[in-house]
């Protein structure tokens, strides 16, 4: 089956701009992850999804960011008022539920550069 | 609060050689301990994981960990390196109350033909 699928591939923008990522998650999985990676660094948490539980927004910089996650499915990671330290390779993940034994599956990820 | 370390930024080893990717972690519960592989320019890929039972773990591509309580280690090997397993590597732990995973900082290994 399909994997985790993510849009754009790469975004450049202007500094001030509003941005959308889109995750669109294994079909089925309940649990979708977001993530920040900086260039050779390792993964920084974002926000958490699970079912229709209020996401856990704890990893979230600043409150330019924001996510969203309709029907259960896709997921949005908007980014308003892009500044440069948002450059970065944003990462969404999926899982089959809550299980914490259960593996994440990665998406390719959007790199994001902001000018 | 729980933590992991992988205390090389970069290993080295030449091909047909072992390696060993280091990965300690610190966690109040029990640990459910696993591994990704980041190939440059595509996305994170599980390779094995430990939740219970028999201390070592065989995955994907040959690769194996083993789990070692006493040391809170769960090292990554190979027995026989292969130049295509250069990659980026990162180990992530939990534990049993927790859904988010931890994330060590990534190793990068490169295999020398």
């Known amino acids: 089956g399909a994997g985790v699928s993510q849009s754009p591939s790469n975004k450049v923008t202007e500094k001030g701009k509003d941005v959308e990522l889109r995750c669109d998650p294994i079909?089925?999985?309940?649990?979708l992850y977001w993530y920040r990676q900086s260039l050779g660094q390792g993964l920084e948490f974002l926000i958490y999804f699970q079912g229709n539980s209020a996401p856990d927004k704890s990893g979230l910089p600043s409150d330019r960011f924001s996510a969203e996650r309709t029907g259960g499915s896709v997921s949005t990671l908007t980014i308003q008022r892009t500044q440069q330290e948002d450059s970065a390779v944003y990462l969404c993940a999926s899982s089959p539920k809550t299980g914490t034994y259960n593996e994440q599956f990665f998406g390719p990820g959007t790199r994001l550069t902001v000018l | 609060a729980q933590s992991v370390a992988q205390p090389e930024d970069q290993v080295n080893v030449a091909e047909g050689n072992p390696l060993t990717v280091k990965c300690t972690y610190s966690v109040s519960g029990n640990p459910y301990l696993f591994w990704y592989v980041q190939y440059p320019n595509r996305g994170l890929q599980f390779l094995l994981k430990y939740i219970t039972g028999d201390n070592l773990v065989k995955g994907s591509y040959g690769f194996e960990a083993e789990f070692n309580k006493s040391q809170t280690s769960f090292h990554l090997k190979k027995p026989s390196a292969l130049v295509s397993d250069s990659a980026l590597y990162f180990c992530a732990v939990r534990d049993g109350s927790n859904y988010q995973l931890i994330w060590g900082a990534g190793t990068k290994l490169i295999i020398k033909p």
């Open positions: 079909s089925g999985h309940t649990a």
